[in-house]
């Protein structure tokens, strides 16, 4: 009843992983490049920032929804603040750590991919006033990983999605022919 799952076959047993932060650090200690960083410390501080990705999209899923205009709002008030406090702990780039790309990164890309529909159907405004925040955006959007983790006809199923699941954009979206 979950997505993302993983399936591991580990000594003659199936372990099934769910939730998506679970599967990252997973595969990250068992696989290289480690994507988190070295410093227990500073690794606690990255786990924090995906949680707080997690928030993020739960709200962006609000936005997906929105049934209402008074919905949206909300929603958008929501996504507006973790918006400016992202703004505020980031660097100089081009990813959240620096240089080098995080599983912060992979958790907010997702998060990021939305608003390339989104900003086609409302003036929300979101990424104005947030230089950091557009680059970091603009980073992840250009990585070959990012691109590649959703099918070809993403945009086209998203479109679909809301369609059904939100009556406040499917009314600013052109019908279907």
Known sequence: GKVPVL????????????ESAVIAEYLDEILEPRLHPADP???????????????????????ETAAD??????RIKAVGTKFER??????DGPFFAGERFSIVDAAFAPAFR????????????LFD?????????????????V??????????????F????????????EPVA
């Open 7 to 18: 399936v591991v076959e580990e000594n003659g047993r199936e372990e099934v992983l769910f």
């Open 41 to 63: 410390l500073e690794k606690a501080r990255h786990r924090a920032w995906i949680e707080f990705a997690s928030a993020t999209l739960a709200d962006i899923y609000g936005l």
């Open 69 to 74: 205009s008074e919905a949206y709002a909300a």
């Open 86 to 91: 992202l703004e505020s702990v980031l660097g």
């Open 114 to 125: 939305f608003f390339g529909l989104f900003d086609e159907l409302a003036d929300h405004r």
């Open 129 to 145: 006033g947030k230089p950091k925040l557009q680059a970091w955006r603009r980073a992840l959007a250009e990585r070959p990983s």
């Open 147 to 160: 691109r590649g983790a959703v099918r070809p006809d993403y945009l086209e199923g998203l479109r679909d």
């Open 162 to 173: 809301i369609r059904e699941k939100s009556p406040y954009f499917a009314a600013r979206m």
